[in-house]
């Protein structure tokens, strides 16, 4: 089971992104409408129109090698499914006045959950399965690593998240709760 | 009672691969078609009949079961046409005369059609529900009826034991008793509301519907699928009721059987006759808002039901079944998803939500107030309703998954297109930015498979970007003509709306990818238009402005919108995609996309030019033009303006002292001044450095650069150029001014490949133009950390507006630009040739020499003016220790002197004629070797002062060719230690009898004592022999002069008497002047006055000792000769007391009391003798110019053996005038033998016994013998 942690400034800029595989199973619960097809976000949808925006300069040569076949999740699709979440988070968080917004949104296999700081950062976290106490947990972790990485004069609200420190600290909390 | 029928007019009939669903989902279906037809006279009813049936066949397969009926209506054109045979029938084919009331008739007509329906109802489900037909019904998850011809009549006998006698009694009464204009709108209804245009059916194969029917036959099957076609058709027919009790028996048959597709089908169903009955009712249903559950929850649940039925329903394993399973599920997502939506968007459950779903539009009815897309209106809506966005959403999501790649292209494609618009209506925009790019890729999908199978396509990798289908005209190349390609042209209908598509899915994510304009004319010049303060910020205001958006995502997209637009073809468009997003991204792109979208652009560039497209890109790649500086001048061509004030003005020296006088270390007037118009001649050629910057990382390449000017007329040629990748690049650019006046650069017109030149104004960086740029960069970044408004429409938009008004507000501001003077055309002088090799010149320390320089006129013009100014490098030294102000007033002096009259070179003005054209001058100069100098320049200025323009006469310009030279001093003769001494007369015969002794004394005539001695030493250092003179001019005294040869290494001594001098109090109360008029100059000594009194006496004596004697050199043997200056040498106060004359003379003399004995007097002695009283006269005579009381002291030693009368000091002379002389006496006695010396000293009244410059002195010496 992956998750997919974007931590989106208020320009909807992502300043820091991580991809978390965990352990736990994934909750297979296809419909059979979908029994012979992979998920969405492995699924060379729409190909044609990859192949041709990827792959017609450079690789001219070897059209269509650029092309991603089969395999991993294609990231374009995920950060799609990301921004596309924030309609509505950000319709959420106008009316609620709550940190944590659990499942705000589901996509095909996706459900995403949010973390919104007093600053108007989002974090946003793809997540397949149920999660719910361990998400919590994991987004008040990331939010004091933040707030610590914020506390830094030098750092603004859109300045990209470079710091190892914040990386590997967040990735053992993903490791932990996730 | 009322009664309304609804149709559907769908644009394409159901694809055939939707014919399995004609059981399942009857409504998908036409049920009748109407064909209208005009008739004139002459054309033939069998003719049109066959026309009519001929493209009716075209349409539908021919075994299928729908349309039930098929009419063509034939009008007729005129009235009363009697050629149609009316004898001929055709079924289905109505004349319709020409009467006057045709729409009552039409309606009749229309009547008949509906009751044929009803009736073909009837027909179908006697068919259904004998048992063969129901084994049809059952056999497979999707079942087709074969054409009815090919079932057996329904035998009453082979119906079972069933409720099938009930049907026809309920099934025919419709069709026969009711009128025909009561049937049902229900199925168009129905279709309307989902919305999704001529859907699939689903035709999986049920695995045990087919066990069921191979076991037995017609008996065993379940009924309820039969009960659902009934309850359909009821549903069709209008009648709700009827169809809901089919509907219930249906439902309760799935429920314990395993048919989740049927089951669902009819849940549908029931929902849909909860709508029609609540339509039906009106606005009734509107007050049940008081129960706990909402009137629709009932048919959303239903519907949810279904949904997760048809999520359930097994797959198939046929592809199209499975396609038309996928359809299905889609289908009821979408008209669970219309019903909130219809809900939400009419504020409640009512009527206006009834015919919001009626409508048949594929685009969702969104009222009018949702149309801004406000937030609050779109929250208000759900606080009503109950219903929120993101519930909307969440039912509508359900429809996107993996199974849309079993769907068809196009039922993918309408789908999708739905999916969007309801995202869209919600607000959902990003969601909405999605779903499009899907569409997009679903689009693109169908475009390239398209180009592909029609055959033109290219047979090698070009790419489907050139959208040219090429081949050959001949398939057999002939080899006299060769290839010709045929481009075949394609429809561009329909790229406008893909290209708008494009541009939204972008400005979703943030990225205008119309910042670069598209436009027809390439050759327009925009130079009239006053200079737009928006245009000149922009690059500001976008390189602060914050990063928004996802650059990921944002690449990503754009380089899938120029790939769409690239396979339209749009070849302007590509570029401008492409190029709008280099400009936009530039900051996120990486170098590889930055190359991509560059090459893409030029590329469709150069081909959209080929096809001869006339729209062009305008300028994109932000303000390259960093500075525009005019090169500076070749510096004999720079002119100078001048007053004409100048024109006859002698050499004046103060600007030679005056050098870097200026007080001030920051004199902001002279920078002010220093920075005034350039000045430049007309019809020369100037040049101007243009700076440009390239922050992409490929080379920039630009057709055409050049200058935009204004005010006088301007001569130039634009270039082409490059700019190399990443870099600042300088280009010169050259024109010239062809009147005189003021040159304005504004800026450079730029013009990319393929593109329209832009102009880019540069104004001067003024102090309020800083301040300006300073203030609009606070304003952005102070706006930019706050992130008050979340959302798309609160970053971006805001921000735009609140710029627009402050340059509103500051619209009234002007630019200064770069200005430069034209001025007329100037003669031009060169130095034609000069006496200097080298342009070296070697002089001795003090040499006088001149050198000559020849001057040509190498223009039309007549030079009539001409002046020289010379600089050499000794005069910055000495003027920076003058305006440091260091210096003693003496070294002041010292350093004015030498600047003033020794400079190094000199020029006598002579009179300067015309230098006509071609004509040469040669000008002489004097030169003058000063130790220290090493170089040296001759500026000589220029100018045609006749001047044709009266009015501007105050000013006249001048030009200036100099000549550097290089100058070497050789300091070859040392003075030192020059000392004056006293020079004592010995009376006329001395007591050496030496006649070389006394032929020196005789010709320095010593006949006086008012001489002293000038003696100085003088060093040769040099390598060659010098013959030095020393020459002395006085007053009153002959011209003397005394010539030594020093050789080479050796010291000489020379030596000259001079006469003493007294110099008047008046003189010597002046202090040391200075050469120049300098103010400021504060005495910085803290002598006392006595101090300085002496100061200024030394320094006047010094000046008259320097008068008197001079010194020269001549080379031995040679032509060089020059001056031997003195001023290095220190004058001090014993050479002084020498020099100076006393005031007063004195003559001592001894004699006897008794007037007839004189004291012997030889050789200066005089012989008294012992014991005897002798009388000492003093004469003393004023020698000084004014009338003094002097006293004199007398004084003997040894004392002790001296009787004096009285007392020997102070003794009283009187007041003398002038010149006066008076005598005074006084007695001594020698009391011994011996030597005695008695000194005399004169002083003028109250002079202090220390102030030597008010005494006078002198002795006599007493040898006294013993007898």
Known sequence: ?178 | MTLEVIFTFPTHPPPRSHSPLSLLRPSQFPLAVIGVASCAQIDSLNSLYSQFDASLGDIFPPGGVYPLVKNCFVFEETEGTENLDPGETFPGLIVVPRIMNRKLHIGTLLGVICSQILAEFGVLIRTLENPLGNEYLNATLMPVLPPLSELPPPLDSLSGPDQAPKFPSHNSQPDVSRPSFTLSAAPNLKRNASSTGNGPHQPPLGIQAQKKRLSTIGVSSSHGRLYKVLGDFFLMAGRTEDAMVWYTEAVQLFKNSHDPLWYACTLEGMATVAIIDAWAIGQGLHNSSSTVKEPWTDVSDKLQQAINLYLRTPAPDNEQIHALLAFLYCGCVLRQTSLLFAIWSSKGWGPLAFTTMLRSATKPYVPPTLEDGNWVNLERLSAITGISRSSISAVLTQMHGPWLLHLGQRERISILTSMATFYASLGYQRKEAYILREVLGCLLDLLVCGREEDGYSQPSGIPPTAGLGIHNLHPVPSASWGAVGVRVSESPSGNESILRLLKYVCKVLGINLDVVGLAQDTLKRTSELPPSLNDYDEDIVQELCEPSGWPELQVGVVREAVAVAEALPDFPTVAQFALSSLKMLQSVLSPGDQYHLYSTATRALITAHRRGDARAVEYWSGRPIVSISIAPLPAIRIPLEKPRSIQHKANDLKPLIKGIADPFLYNPRKAVAGKGNTLVVQNDVLEFVITLQNPYIFDLELQELSLSTSGVSFKSKPVQLVIPAGTLHQVVLSGQATETGTLTIRGCFVQAPGGIAREYILPLYTTEEEERLARKRRTITSENGRSKYPGLEGCRPQKRSSTTTTESSAGTFTFRFLECKVVPDQPLLRIRRSSVTHGALMLYDGEKSTIRITLENVSPIAVDFLHCAFEDSTIVPAQKALAEGNLSVFETYETENSLINNPVFSWDQEEVKVIAHNQNFTLTLGCFGKVGCTNGTIHISYAHTHDPQPQDSDIFYLRQVSYPLTVTVYHMLECSKMDILHFPSYGTSPSGTDNTTKDRFSTLRIDDDDWCLFSLEVRNTYGAPFDVTLERTQDGEATASSTTTIPPGSVSRLVMTIKKILIDEALLSKPIPTLSDRQFVVAQSSLSHREEQAQRELFWYREELFKCVRGRWRETGGARSGVLSFRAQRMTLPMLEAFRKEIAHITLTLCSIHELSEVPYRAAQFYPQANEFVQLTMKVTNLTSSSVVFTVDLETTPLEYVLHEGVLTDLPIGHLQSGESREIATSLCFLTAGHFEISAQVRGFGASETDNRRMARTYITAVVGSG
């Open chain 1, 1 to 178: 089971m992956s998750h997919h942690l974007f931590l989106l400034s208020p320009s909807d800029t992502p300043l820091y992104s991580l991809t978390h595989q965990s352990t736990k199973p994934v909750p297979s619960v296809t419909s059979p409408l979908a029994s012979n097809l992979p998920t969405w976000s492995t699924s060379a949808f729409a190909g044609t129109l990859t192949a041709l925006s990827g792959a017609s300069s450079a690789t001219q040569h070897t059209t269509g090698g650029a092309v991603r076949v089969g395999g991993g999740q294609d990231r374009h699709v995920i950060q799609m499914i990301a921004n596309a979440g924030l309609d509505v988070i950000e319709d959420v968080m106008r009316k609620e006045n709550m940190m944590y917004l659990k499942s705000v949104d589901k996509f095909n296999e996706w459900t995403i959950s949010a973390f919104i700081t007093p600053g108007n950062m989002k974090f946003v976290l793809l997540h397949e399965g149920k999660n719910d106490d361990g998400i919590r947990q994991f987004f008040m972790d990331v939010w004091e690593l933040y707030v610590k990485t914020m506390v830094n004069p030098f750092h603004t609200a859109h300045t990209r998240i470079r710091s190892s420190v914040f990386d590997n600290r967040v990735r053992a909390s993903a490791r932990k709760h996730l």
